[in-house]
């Protein structure tokens, strides 16, 4: 997945904020529809964002600024076809990574009330924006849920759990364990390094066969002599290399170099360390931004 600016004239985000709209207006009364249309989205305050797979357009988010210190997110919305993808997730992070680089110290958004948006409450709640009251020009209404939260450097927080690896024997066993009779869904497969990665939910589980190139660097197969668990990946945000390093090393742990790694949200930097008793885990940072 990668994430650009959109100039709002292609035939794809046209579609989609059609649709976003067609929504709003489907779940409530006018009056209570802040949505933007394309005209709106193209002022100068408002900075627009598209994820993309490939050529498929999954999802779309932008940043109004209010005033020097204070930004408004608007026009959140993820594809039918990409939903519980990671997409909306991946967006939030650009938002606020973008927000945090402009200096702001607040950002707010408005979003409805009616149990159709309460997914999107789940999203904005997991990120740490809490419910406020009417903001900027907005008024009370019943139909409006305001969130907002506070921006400032911040030692990085865990999201969530991204992935984790299994050394494996047998893979097409392991496949059709967790494919077929689990539902999980082929991702991506390198089989040049020996990985093959499913999606489960928001996360990934990768399955690394110990004959293959990754495998074999993590000694005998699974067994009473080897370990099944190659390591397990923590989701975290912001991701600052100097200031995870100087975290980490506050509480006397080294950590590996930053690499870009894909992960369940895409590719993204990533550092690995370990735990007292020798278990390997990898930290990584919503995925990287194309210009």
Known sequence: MHIRIDDLRGPEIRALLEEHLADMH????PESVHALDLEGL???EITFWTAWSGSDLVGCGALKALDATHGEIKSMRTSLTHRRTGAGRALLHHILDEARRRGYTRLSLETGSQPAFEPARRLYA???????GPFASYAEDPLSVFMTRTLREAQMVIRGLDHLVLRVVD???????????????????QD????????????LIDLVP???????????????????????CLAVE???ETAIRAQLKAHGIEAGPVQSRYGA????????????????IELKGPPAATP
């Open 26 to 29: 489907r779940i409530s009364p």
């Open 42 to 44: 193209r002022k100068p």
């Open 126 to 132: 997991s990120f740490g924006f809490e419910v406020c």
């Open 171 to 189: 893979l097409d066993a392991m496949l059709r364990f967790y494919c077929e009779a689990l539902g999980c869904r082929l991702e991506k497969r």
């Open 192 to 203: 040049a390094i020996g990985l093959v990665q499913l999606r489960a939910g928001s996360a």
């Open 210 to 232: 110990v004959d293959g190139p990754l495998g074999r660097a993590g000694g005998a197969a699974p067994g009473r002599e080897g370990r099944n668990l190659d390591h397990f």
């Open 238 to 240: 912001p991701f600052d």
């Open 265 to 280: 949200q895409g590719q993204g930097p990533s550092i690995y360390l370990s735990d007292p008793q020798g278990n390997v």
